[in-house]
């Protein structure tokens, strides 16, 4: 079984449209995990049917009960997070600040204050028009732990494909270098780095590839967009070669993506022509890349 | 609040690449031509805003966390630092306490409860800040190290050096990261105003919709500003009617405006359409303000 992620630093260059148009193309060998659960999008592609779904639970969040507490403010002195505030002559938690790191609760002298766990979201395992199987998630608004719930959908993936005896884990993974990048990383065996040619998208590309160097892992890249300018393209490719980054492929800048994002369907699925060939061509040139 | 100055306005989104740095960077350009402003890149994992100015910085300095580092000459092995860690990020192995910095969320428990002072807290590089001027225009940029984890210190503690250094300022622009988790909730939680920027599209409008509920639970005024208007459907519009979400301005799918962003060029000043958007933008913001301190 292998595991494919696909990242790509900077947001909005395809990542999402490309990964599911893979889904579609590796059919009922590929297990999907929509890791990017901040802003998740594979949902609104792969028709899931929500088959399971399970809360999830992770840290913790402190709460006072208002009755005991004698308002001696200990707790909010220690707070690094500023989550502790007096209002109307109460101390009162604010949960989008609060980390959960338990320091009030132990200070506390009348023993008023608890820490209970905290729902940081939603994961889902669903059956999806590939024929195949996708893990999902749902993060609740403004929770912390995203790298967890990560961690959360890509081993229910591993577990599903293992028990199923799949061929391909499709990791749809989040935007940026942080907490939720490194954890969909974690015992990838290939990354598919989606870029497209501009200041921005070389930029984040180097620091993302810089990222997946520090991993070990074996890495494409598809230029997406990538007549929008000559110049950048070429510098790109310069930097794969330089960097030992296998250049997949280009995709030209075509609005069949957003056509096709606006009737839920993949672009393989929208486009029978020359997008389609491209993309088969990639999924072809990865799973070689993959099984080496 | 009320008197705070500058005015705050974050551009965010729950989607990447709608366009917020450059509505950011465009938008700090175009208010920069009459009076100064201040930029303020929050993406610090990717930070793209200054790839649209040049100029040398005027002060750098390192960004910190604090972590506690291990005394073992005062430790008396009592066990009280890894229990209190909710993070896992001390632990006993033997007679060695190991700290593990990307696990810790500086909360100081296990630095301030030790009852010998065994484990004191000691800054840890994990970015670069850097503070640059061009006539008008202050920009403020931090860069998370790569293989850091944590955005929420840097991004704080950006804010707070834009917030000491630029007093004097009317309106200060943040770039804020994507998503709707953590670092948005950091790079928004205290600005006076938030602009969403989306495209009308299934994904643009979905993670809208989640961008929305964020700011409804951080309590935020805050506006749509649509992008790449005339691709995919209307389904955006009609949401922010249903919603009753201002939408302050329709900038036109346009390929000149991906191609001049591509080159690290500023739109508005190219495309007549781009500049009346700002406009547009800018008024809404400026009535806003205005409206809050009366």
Known sequence: MKEIVVISGKGGTGKTSITASFAILGGGDVVVADCDVDAADMHLLMQPDYDYSEDFYSGEIAYIDQNKCTHCGKCARVCRFDAISLNNKQYIIDPLSCEGCGYCARICPTETIINKERLAGKWFISNIKSGSIMVHARLSIGADNSGKLVAKVKNEAKDIAFEERKGFILVDGSPGIGCPVVSSLSGASFVVLVTEPSVSGLHDLKRVSKLVKKFNIKAGCIINKADINAAKCAEIMEFLKDEDITHLTNLPYDENFTKAMTQGLTIVEYDKGELREILAESWRKIKQLVTN | ?294
């Open chain 2, 1 to 294: 609040m009320t008197n705070s100055k500058p005015f705050k306005i974050a551009i965010a989104s729950g989607k990447g690449g709608t366009g917020k740095t450059t509505l950011s960077t465009n938008l700090a350009a175009f208010i920069a031509e009459q009076e100064e402003v201040v930029l303020v890149d929050l993406d610090v994992e990717e930070p793209n805003s200054g790839l649209f100015f040049t100029g040398e910085p005027v002060h750098e300095e390192d960004n910190f966390k604090m972590i506690p580092h291990w005394d073992e000459s005062r430790c008396t092995f009592c066990g009280i630092c890894h229990k209190v860690c909710n993070y896992h990020a001390v632990i006993q192995l033997g007679l060695t306490i190991l700290v593990f910095p990307e696990l810790c969320h500086s909360c100081y428990a296990c630095s301030e409860l030790c009852p010998t002072d065994a484990l004191p807290m000691v800054p840890k590089k994990t970015g670069t800040l850097k503070d640059y001027q061009t006539d008008n225009l202050h920009f403020i940029e931090s860069r998370l190290d790569i293989g850091e984890e944590q955005a929420v210190p840097a991004i704080s503690k950006t804010k707070k050096y834009s917030a000491g250094k630029y007093d004097n300022v009317h309106i200060a622009i943040f770039d804020s990261p994507p998503g709707n988790s953590c670092p948005v909730i950091e790079a928004t939680k205290d600005v006076d105003f938030v602009i969403l920027i989306t495209e009308p599209t299934p994904f643009g409008l979905h993670d809208l919709t989640l961008a929305v509920e964020t700011m409804r639970a951080l309590g935020k005024p805050f506006g749509v500003v649509v992008n790449r208007y005339g691709i995919g459907n209307d389904a955006v519009l009609q949401y922010c009617q249903r919603e009753h979400i201002p939408i302050l301005a329709k900038i036109p799918n346009n390929r000149k405006i991906a191609e001049l962003y591509s080159s690290g060029k500023l739109i508005y000043q190219e495309i007549s359409e781009v500049k009346a958007s700002l406009t547009d933008i800018l008024d809404f913001c400026m009535k806003t303000a205005e409206g809050e301190v009366e």
